[in-house]
């Protein structure tokens, strides 16, 4: 019998790396334009290191979003058409 926590694995770590995702992505709109507004990223430089790392956390941010939904849907449409999947499935036996 499988425990609560083995049948949603898949779902937490999918959860997980979107949250994770998004958490990037504020982080990187609060340094780069100032939204949500945080004091400390009040006068920040995109050409210093805190704005360089703006810059790193706005586009992987929105990578690892994008990264995760893609990989859903790969898992929830399964193999394609010209999959390797599908060429062995109609090789002759």
Do not use: N
Not at 25 to 36: D, S, Y
Not at 46 to 63: D, H, K, P, R
């Amino acid at each position: 019998m499988k425990s609560f926590g083995s049948t949603l694995a898949p779902q937490a770590l999918s959860l997980m790396r979107i949250v994770l995702g998004l958490l990037y992505l504020e982080h990187g709109t609060a340094k780069l334009f100032a939204f949500p507004p945080v004091a400390m990223f009040a006068h920040l430089s995109v050409a210093s290191l805190v704005g360089i790392a703006g810059i790193i956390e706005l586009v992987g941010g929105a990578l690892a979003i994008v990264y995760c939904f893609t990989f859903l849907y790969f898992a929830a449409a399964g193999a394609g058409p010209w999959s390797v999947d599908a060429l062995i499935d109609r090789s002759p036996r």
